[in-house]
Nanobody, 114 residues
Framework: QVQLVESGGRLVQPGGSLRLSCAASGFTFSSYTMIWVRQAPGKGFEWVSAITGDAGATNYADSVKGRFTISRDNAKNTLYLQMNSLEPQDMAVYYC???????WGQGTQVTVSE
């Protein structure tokens, strides 16, 4: 069965960095564009970033462009999100999602606070 398991979320200070990981199984990971989505407290889901199956193209929300980097290792069936210069507005639960929003992970909490 399909599984997406996020990890790496924790408390970090403003300006700090964090790398999230998403371990995928149960589907042909390399064939899928993968997406990071987040949900801040009291808000709806926000699309953050996407990467094509071969990692040939990436895209970012304006709110994170220049600070976040999406990547993947298809040999390890793993998706990553490197987050630098974190801001309080980045505090959210981050979800790993397949293209088409068919498969979702359980989410990992990122807290940005002094």
């Amino acid at each position: 069965q399909v599984q997406l398991v996020e990890s790496g979320g924790r408390l970090v200070q403003p300006g700090g960095s964090l790398r999230l990981s998403c371990a995928a199984s149960g589907f042909t990971f390399s064939s899928y564009t993968m997406i990071w989505v987040r949900q801040a407290p009291g808000k709806g889901f926000e699309w953050v970033s996407a990467i094509t199956g071969d990692a040939g193209a990436t895209n970012y929300a304006d709110s994170v462009k220049g600070r976040f980097t999406i990547s993947r290792d298809n040999a390890k069936n793993t998706l990553y999100l490197q987050m630098n210069s974190l801001e309080p507005q980045d505090m959210a639960v981050y979800y790993c999602v397949s293209s088409g929003y068919v498969y979702w992970g359980q989410g990992t909490q990122v807290t940005v606070s002094e």
